[in-house]
């Protein structure tokens, strides 16, 4: 893996990348990072490029970023896209508020995306209660944590709570998370607008990829595939919200069946732009 940085509107940019070939750039939920998704670069690198990116207010990124829009947020991977794959366009991967990010960005400049795959996620929903209870649970970590090993007995062993642990940042005052709860709910409540037609817009392959106990219930599911003909679903079984990390056999498995078909419609569809 190497790293790599950009700068936007005085805003950095952190990334991972490794591999070769058409490019594939991964997207993280709220209050996650690029690290999340090792596995899934390292089983892709032998046919792909696969880039990972902290969005802003996360992991390496800037922390505290002045802006925390959604169209922001777009602008930040559109920048990365044109950056690492200059001329040729990108498999969009997100998972939760990545996916998000991933929709809005393919509704935005359907010129950079070859494809869409989008992990548990929907147009935008949830209520102020949401997000003060994400603060809350944010708030109550006892920071900083003098070890590791302290972090996971209040964590938790949930694979994204062994997630946050092996990312925790050392400071001289202890380790500390690679975020700012009251920026976690500055972001979550932009991506709780709906987003109905700039889902609908969306012209390239999209597959959305569900948990079977995930945050989203049965109606929200149909309600958003349904919204947008031609649109692929696959569930994973036995999952929760962070399937990528739960099931990553399946989740890898389900987003390298749909890269190699998707690379050919992908094909079909510049030729017929041209």
């Known amino acids: 893996m190497t790293r790599g940085f950009i700068e936007r509107d005085g805003t950095g940019l952190h990334f991972v990348e490794c591999g070769s070939g058409p490019t594939v750039l991964l997207l993280h939920g709220l209050a996650g990072e690029s690290g999340e998704f090792a596995a899934t670069m390292t089983a892709l690198s032998a046919d792909y490029r696969v880039v990972a990116m902290d969005q802003r207010g996360h992991g390496r990124s800037t922390r505290r970023p002045m802006d925390l829009s959604r169209d922001v947020f777009v602008q930040d991977v559109v920048s990365l896209m044109q950056n690492v794959s200059p001329g040729a366009p990108v498999h969009l991967v997100g998972q939760s508020m990545g996916a998000h990010t991933a929709m809005l960005t393919a509704a935005r400049r359907p010129d950079l995306v070859a494809s869409l795959v989008l992990l548990e996620s929907d147009a935008g929903s949830g209520s102020e209660r949401d997000a003060i209870k994400i603060g809350e649970y944010f708030a109550s970590w006892p920071v900083p944590f003098p070890t590791?090993?302290?972090?996971?007995?209040?964590?938790?062993?949930?694979?994204?709570?062994k997630a946050w642990t092996g990312a925790l940042e050392q400071r001289h005052e202890g380790l500390c998370p690679r975020f700012d709860g009251d920026i976690m709910v500055a972001c979550i409540r932009h991506v709780m607008e709906p987003r109905w037609e700039e889902w609908a817009s969306v012209q390239v392959p999209a597959l959305v990829i569900y948990a079977e106990n995930g945050m989203f219930s049965d109606g929200q599911k149909e309600l958003f595939v349904g919204h947008r003909p031609g649109t692929q679903r696959i569930d994973i079984p036995n999952s929760g919200h962070d399937a990528h990390l739960e099931q990553s056999e399946a989740w890898i498995g389900a987003l390298s069946e749909f890269l190699g078909v998707s690379q050919t419609a992908a094909q079909q569809y510049l030729l017929g732009e041209s």
């Open 148 to 161: 590791r090993e302290s972090a996971q007995r209040f964590l938790g062993d949930s694979p994204i709570a």
